[in-house]
């Protein structure tokens, strides 16, 4: 699979309005877990999969996920177009397996919302549960798919992310954040993406740039 090739001045421009709206507009990461046997090992191609059932909205946050992988230097490919769902069905693991196999992807990405207003924090015991990619994308259908209005009013949600190995379906690194008060809900998925891209480089998952 060949990166795609994008505007990578016009990116980058994007990314520092994020990085500045994030650093006054209250998101971050508030629980991150990480498997030590990954630790420092940068992961492989990608597939993104965002669980909501507004498809144009999982699409533009699963876009801005796979620009800043290609950026960083990893291939990705984004589910809503490999794997476009109805509002009211979930991908069965034999259509994610296939996807995979097709893209030769090494890793797979899984956000969802675990909650808004009084937010459902997760405990570190959490990762010990749904170790497997599909348990965890089955257990994150059975909750919260509905991306919160953002209406200029008091706004608090948090998504949880894990990334999970393809070949040995265990789990790599899983973190949640937490995001108040958004503009827009263009600006919250930028908030959003660039806290966990940064966590991801910290714990050395992503490749290093010159």
Partial sequence: M????????LFM?????????????GTQMIQTHMEEAHLGKPIGDVLIIVILDNQKIRAIYEK???DWLNVKGV????SAGALPTNANTKLEKEAIIDVVDKYESDTI??????????????????????????????YG?????????????????????????VKTESLIWAGESQTKNPETTGQAIGQVVDAVMKALE?????????
Wanted: net charge positive; glycine share 8%; charged share 20%.
């Fill in 64 to 66: 801005h996920v796979m």
């Fill in 13 to 25: 421009a994007v990314l520092a309005f994020a990085v500045v709206a994030c650093s006054g507009s």
């Fill in 75 to 78: 291939e990705a490919v984004m």
């Fill in 141 to 165: 259908c059975g909750g919260y798919i509905t991306w919160p209005t953002i209406y200029g009013e008091r706004v608090q949600f948090s998504l949880e992310t894990r990334l999970y190995d």
């Fill in 2 to 9: 060949k990166i795609r090739k994008i505007d990578t001045t």
């Fill in 202 to 210: 910290k714990n050395g998952l992503l490749p290093k740039t010159p």
């Fill in 109 to 138: 990405w899984i956000s969802h919302l675990v909650g808004w207003d009084e937010t459902e924090v997760f405990s570190r015991d959490r990762p010990r549960y749904y170790r497997n990619y599909y348990g965890f994308y089955n």
